[in-house]
């Protein structure tokens, strides 16, 4: 069964504007971790923001931000005031287990518009 | 210093060769993964080591040999390399409870 999904394939969003790319998770276990990860075009796979199932707070990392609703098992990522460069794709990955299993959604491709 | 560095960042190779992808952490972490990312952009699960203990081996053809000497190399070899192997090939790292986990820069193999 699919852990970690990701149901929007594209977003588009303008310039400056907010946008918010989706992700749920499925897990049984009680400590995990979410993460969210953007690929440019380069290919490199570059780490944006963590949230451990514990935290009750929601992280920041500058314009992004991890909107995580435990109850609902969703850990969307926002980001604000898009920039050109935040154009790629972006996947969200689930830590669980003893063993650190870490796995990824299918990724969400955004394209920012000028 | 690159905190994981994985060689060759490109490989082509023809139908039935044997090659390797090298993959060295200089963090102290206790995880290593093998991801595969295929044409569709899906990071696939291959193999985890934790403290060199094979911990997860999803459905992999067992043409695929991951070897960890050690505790920041995961190695993997490949044996009579098929045209869908073509595919990026990531290593990862990460350790027990930490807020990060990081990536080599990717190996694109290219099977002719």
């Known amino acids: 069964a699919q852990k970690i999904t990701q149901t929007q394939p594209g977003m588009f969003v303008q310039e400056k504007e907010a946008v918010t790319l989706d992700c749920t998770y499925d897990?049984?276990?009680?400590?995990?971790?979410l993460f969210w990860y953007k690929q440019p075009s380069s290919g490199e796979m570059i780490f944006l923001i963590y949230?451990?199932?514990?935290?009750?707070q929601n992280a920041t990392e500058g314009r992004y931000s991890l909107n995580f609703q435990k109850a609902r098992k969703s850990a969307n990522l926002v980001i604000s005031a898009s920039q050109l460069g935040d154009s790629a794709m972006y996947f969200c990955?689930?830590?669980?287990?003893?063993?650190?299993?870490?796995?990824f959604g299918a990724g969400t491709r955004l394209t920012v518009k000028p | 210093d690159t905190a994981v560095s994985q060689t060759p960042k490109y490989l082509v190779t023809q139908m039935g060769n044997d090659k390797s992808i090298k993959c060295e952490q200089n963090?102290?972490?206790?995880?290593m993964y093998w991801y595969k990312q295929d044409s569709k952009k899906f990071l696939k699960i291959m193999f985890s080591?934790?403290?060199?203990?094979?911990?997860i081996n999803e459905t992999v053809p067992n043409r695929f040999s991951p070897k960890s000497p050690d505790k920041a190399h995961l190695n993997l070899h490949i044996n009579s390399l098929e045209l869908g192997d073509s595919a990026v090939y990531f290593c990862?790292?990460?350790?027990?409870?930490?807020?990060?986990?990081?990536f080599g820069q990717g190996t694109r193999l290219t099977v002719v």
């Open positions: 949230q451990g199932s514990y935290d009750e």
């Open positions: 963090l102290g972490h206790d995880t």
């Open positions: 897990t049984s276990d009680q400590s995990y971790g």
């Open positions: 080591y934790n403290n060199k203990e094979l911990i």
């Open positions: 990862a790292s990460t350790q027990t409870g930490a807020e990060k986990a990081f």
């Open positions: 990955a689930m830590r669980e287990g003893f063993n650190n299993d870490m796995r």
